[in-house]
């Protein structure tokens, strides 16, 4: 339905400049609302990018096969199933293209759904335009200007004991055993593995890794290095019978500082 977006904001959109567009993208599009598609798709376009719109799931897979996407945005409730599906059957092929989550369901358990699907970022209806658009513009130049590409050699393997980072081929490996994770998780990692020992508060991470300095992004923040702390979790060797394994961590909480990666 119309109102599940401002269209109040769409107006004032309008004022952007162009300068505001970071690059013509190609977005897929997959929302079964005509309503709102239809405004979506005409603010995409307004910042120059081309979009491909669909409104199923099936529709989607079809089209991500065909062609590559810059950025798809994916409605959940679809008429030929969940939304979240198409985010999975991405990942399992390891497409890593950003998936920008939109959808009416905002439980948090809905949400950690999503972010551990692969979903880049998570925006619930109602919305307004400007916060819909922030949230493209900082996916698309994430995609656009990753912080360390340029400083990386062209064997650009970074090596932490049983951790390898590979970030010209985007791979992440832990005892030779290639680890799923998310664009965002990968730059974050990066980002942090870049700098061993170096803390970043919240506000940093968000201005380097999602380029924003809204604190309202604080939790996406904490719920990205929980799920990367989970993934590369190192269970020591047991000594004795009598003792479970214990835990070695890449990513390290500095209580009331911020987050530091440390190599084992």
């Keep these: 339905m119309a109102s599940q977006l401002n269209r ?11 300068d505001a567009v970071l690059k013509t993208a190609s977005i897929l ?3 079964d609302d005509d309503d709102l598609a239809e405004l979506v798709q005409m603010h995409l376009k ?16 079809q089209c991500y096969s065909a062609q590559p996407f810059d950025l798809v945005i994916l409605d959940r409730g679809l008429p030929d199933g969940d939304g979240i599906d198409v985010c999975h059957s991405l990942r399992r092929v390891q497409d890593w293209t950003p998936v920008l989550m939109l959808t009416a369901r905002d439980s948090e358990m809905d949400k950690v759904d999503g972010l551990e699907a692969g979903v880049d970022d998570y925006i619930t209806k109602p919305f307004s335009v400007l916060e819909f658009q922030a949230r493209v513009r900082n996916i698309l130049r994430r995609q656009a200007r990753p912080d360390t590409e340029e400083s990386q050699p062209e064997d650009d393997a970074m090596i932490f004991g049983p951790l390898e980072i590979r970030p010209n081929q985007h791979t992440v490996s832990l005892h030779g055993k290639e680890i799923a994770l998310t664009a965002t998780e990968f730059t974050l990692l990066h980002f942090l593995a870049s700098r061993p020992g170096r803390v970043y508060s919240k506000d940093e991470l968000l201005d380097h890794v999602w380029h924003t300095n809204h604190s309202g992004y604080h939790h996406t923040v ?7 702390r989970t993934k590369l979790t ?5 000594t004795q019978p009598s003792k479970e394994r214990d835990e070695q961590h890449f990513v390290h909480t500095v209580w009331g500082v911020g987050y530091k990666f440390q190599s084992l």
């Design 29 to 31: 599009l997959v929302e």
């Design 46 to 61: 307004f910042q120059g990018h081309q979009v491909t719109r669909v409104s199923q799931c099936g529709e989607a897979r």
């Design 222 to 228: 904490c719920s990205t290095i929980n799920r990367l």
């Design 234 to 238: 190192v269970e020591t060797a047991v």
């Design 8 to 18: 109040s904001s769409f107006s004032a959109d309008a004022s952007l400049d162009a």
